[in-house]
């Protein structure tokens, strides 16, 4: 258990990121307390049983009171409008973050509300799992998974000149004590990394899905019956919260639309070569996209089954 880093955290937004979260916290006795606030009451009163925040408040400006860290964890869609509300209420010198999926749009709709003292750091933990709400939530989701942090003004590896430089450091510790590693990126790259790493297969899984469920000749109950490993991962990820993908869709478009106009062109060159008989084609992307899975195994980014950070909680049982 290591000493508080911070001595009240806030965290807006109680469903799995939120409520992870809340437990990385208690579990390396990060804060001196936890507060939480969510919108619904029912959710207030989930949280207030399952008793992984120290106190629950019934609005997101009396949770960040007084908060020397204050976390957002709603859909990216809600960030303006709860930055806007707390902003009056923010302690000087706190440290507000995040951990939306999308960043420029986060810093575009978030910073205009940062008070003058107050520090705003963007981040994003990427880690994660198809399920949500506040009984989704587990201490463990943040071991061994990357957190990147923007701070506005860094460049790519460098926070040495943000004026922010020792905050962007207590950040970081925080998130390392969570259990992630940390990295450093500008806002922009950072959505063009995730679009193709995390936003376009997404996409992609809705889509197959959704194809799947509306054949006509092939019945829902073939689908589900004959499901092969495949079609299967596809499904955990389109079963992913709808409003969260929405927001994030919505919030990193330009740089999803550059992948997906790739993605396509790729696409069509894997359909021209089915057509035409092209082995050698078909033979040689696949032996390279290979490559790709052998290099993120051999980086330790892929863990054994069952993976507990993904796909179920300590004390599941295995499917
Ligand atoms: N799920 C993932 O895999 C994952 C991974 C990394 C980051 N994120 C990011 O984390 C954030 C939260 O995602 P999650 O998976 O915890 O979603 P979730 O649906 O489990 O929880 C979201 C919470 O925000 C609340 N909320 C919704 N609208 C709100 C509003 N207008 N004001 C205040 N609260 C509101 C919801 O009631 C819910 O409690 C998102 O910004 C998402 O992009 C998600
Ligand atoms: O594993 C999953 O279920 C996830 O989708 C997690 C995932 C990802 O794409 O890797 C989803 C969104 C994030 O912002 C970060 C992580």
């Given amino acids: 258990m290591s000493k508080p880093i911070f001595e009240r955290v806030a965290i807006l937004g109680l469903g799995l990121l939120g409520a992870s979260l809340a437990h990385a916290v208690r579990r390396g ?18 949280v207030r049983e399952l008793g992984f925040c120290d106190q629950v408040c019934d609005s997101a400006a009396d949770a960040a009171k007084g908060a020397d860290l ?3 964890c709603a859909p990216v869609g ?11 209420h923010l ?34 933990p990427i880690a994660g799992t198809e399920q949500s709400g506040p009984d989704a939530g587990f201490a463990e989701l943040f071991d061994g998974r990357w957190c990147i ?27 390392r004590a969570c259990g992630s590693n940390v990295d450093f990126m500008d806002p922009h790259h950072h959505d063009l990394v995730l679009a193709i790493t995390s ?16 054949l006509e ?21 389109a079963a992913s919260d709808p409003t969260m993908w929405r927001d994030i869709f ?38 390279r996209t290979r490559t790709i899975r052998r290099s993120i195994i051999d980086a330790g980014q892929d863990s054994p089954v069952p993976d507990f950070g993904r796909h179920a909680k300590p004390g599941d049982k295995k499917a």
């Fill in 78 to 88: 809600a960030f303006g409008a709860l930055a806007e509300t707390i902003a009056p």
């Fill in 250 to 287: 919505l919030n990193n478009r330009e740089a999803v639309l550059e992948m997906l106009g790739r993605f396509t062109e790729d696409l069509s060159a894997l359909q021209r070569a089915i057509r035409w008989g092209d082995g050698d084609a078909l033979f040689e992307r696949f032996s």
């Fill in 217 to 237: 000749t092939v019945t829902q109950s073939d689908v589900i019956k004959y499901s092969a490993g495949g079609f299967r991962d596809f499904t955990r990820i």
């Fill in 70 to 72: 204050v976390v957002l």
């Fill in 91 to 124: 302690r000087t010198d706190c440290i507000v973050t995040d951990v939306g999926s999308v960043k420029s749009a986060v810093v575009r709709d978030v910073s205009p509300h940062i008070p003058d003292g107050v520090h705003f750091i963007p981040g994003h």
């Fill in 149 to 175: 942090l923007t701070p506005i003004g860094a460049a790519e590896d460098d926070v040495s000149h943000t004026a922010d430089r020792a905050e962007v450091e207590k950040l970081a510790r925080f998130w």
């Fill in 199 to 214: 936003h376009l297969p997404h996409l992609i899984a809705y889509n197959i899905v959704g194809t799947a469920a509306d």
């Fill in 29 to 46: 006795g990060l804060a001196g307390e936890i507060v939480g606030y969510a919108r619904s009451l029912e959710t207030r009163d989930r």
